[in-house]
Structure formats: C-alpha cells, structure tokens
C-alpha cells in the first residue's frame, strides 16, 4: 500500500515529521529544468511518486531533444534527482527510473 507521507522522523512526545509526496514533485521539477537535453511533456502527470513502507520511488517521464545523447541525459538526471532530493530532504531515494517518451526535433 502506498503512503502520501514520507516520515523524517519517529513520534516523539510533540509529534511526527514527514513530507508530503508533492514535495518530491517539485523536486523533480526543479532538477528538469537544471539538465541540458530534457524538454518536459506537456502533460502534468510525467512524475510518478511512490512511497512504500517509508522508501521512496521515482518514476519520470521525458522528451530527450534530438541531438543529445540519451544514455548521458538519462544518466544526469537520475544523479540529480538523487542529489537534489539528498540536498534538500536528507532522503536518500530507493529507485529513480527515467522512462523516454519521445524525442523532440
């Protein structure tokens, strides 16, 4: 079953820290637009985040422009996805995939 939370931290007397999956969205949105090559569908539903038992998986959705490498474009993302959410969030993503839904001419 998936969660919309990833917890931060434990209960405590005071309460729970968590984020919501939205916030991981933005993320991913952010490093998008930080890679050279990677145009964004058009369609708002090209990030998909799954949050099973606390750990977190990524699933996005790209346009490679033409004259870029695939392989190097899909490999940057997947390490600033991973680098950006560390950076931001002190989470450690458990699987990024990048799915290639098109080129861009």
Request: hydrophobic share 40%; no cysteine.
């Given at each position: 079953?998936?969660?919309?939370?990833?917890?931060?931290?434990?209960?405590?007397?005071i309460g729970?820290?968590?984020?919501?999956?939205?916030?991981?969205?933005?993320?991913?949105n952010i490093s998008l637009d930080e890679?050279?090559?990677?145009?964004?569908?058009?369609k708002d539903d090209h990030?998909?985040?799954?949050?099973i038992k606390n750990r977190l998986e990524i699933t996005v959705g790209v346009i490679v422009?033409?004259?870029?490498n695939v392989k190097t474009v899909c490999e940057n993302l997947q390490k600033k996805i991973f680098d950006n959410i560390l950076d931001m969030t002190n989470i450690k993503a458990k699987t990024i995939t990048v799915d290639v839904l098109g080129f861009s001419y």
């Open positions: 079953m998936t969660e919309e939370y990833v917890l931060l931290k434990d209960s405590n007397e729970k820290i968590a984020l919501n999956k939205s916030v991981f969205s933005s993320i991913v890679i050279e090559g990677v145009v964004k569908p058009e990030i998909e985040i799954k949050v422009k033409n004259d870029s």
